[in-house]
Nanobody, 121 residues
Framework: QVQLVESGGGLVQPGGSLRLSCAAS????????MRWYRQAPGKERELVAD???????NYADSVKGRFTISRDNAKNTVYLQMYSLKPEDTAVYLC???????????????WGKGTLVTVSS
């Protein structure tokens, strides 16, 4: 059984910062790409950022220069450091990963349950 568990969400004022974490646990052989998505009320889920096992990153235009994704492969954990937060960043942030549970497994996609980030004064 593989689980992705997010943490670090909360209420923050505009201009503030938060750091999200997502830890993958269970039977894991390797993790390929790890991603952060977000979904605001009434809006479609959108990809915020992703990072490969080699450290290559990709960001949505709306967060470039404000958010930084990183990962600790030894801990099977991905982070999202968020600066200069805006009210429009308010959403549930969900972790996503492509991983293998054992050596000759196929890559499978897993989701966490999300952590709520609210940006408001």
């Amino acid at each position: 059984q593989v689980q992705l568990v997010e943490s670090g969400g909360g209420l923050v004022q505009p201009g503030g910062s938060l750091r999200l974490s997502c830890a993958a646990s269970g039977s894991i052989f390797s993790i390929n790409i790890m991603r952060w998505y977000r979904q605001a009320p009434g809006k479609e889920r959108e990809l915020v950022a992703d990072i490969t096992d080699g450290g290559s990153t990709n960001y949505a235009d709306s967060v470039k220069g404000r958010f930084t994704i990183s990962r600790d492969n030894a801990k099977n954990t991905v982070y999202l450091q968020m600066y200069s937060l805006k009210p429009e960043d308010t959403a549930v942030y969900l972790c996503n990963a492509d991983l293998k549970r054992y050596y000759n497994d196929y890559l499978k996609n897993y989701w966490g349950k999300g952590t709520l980030v609210t940006v408001s004064s």
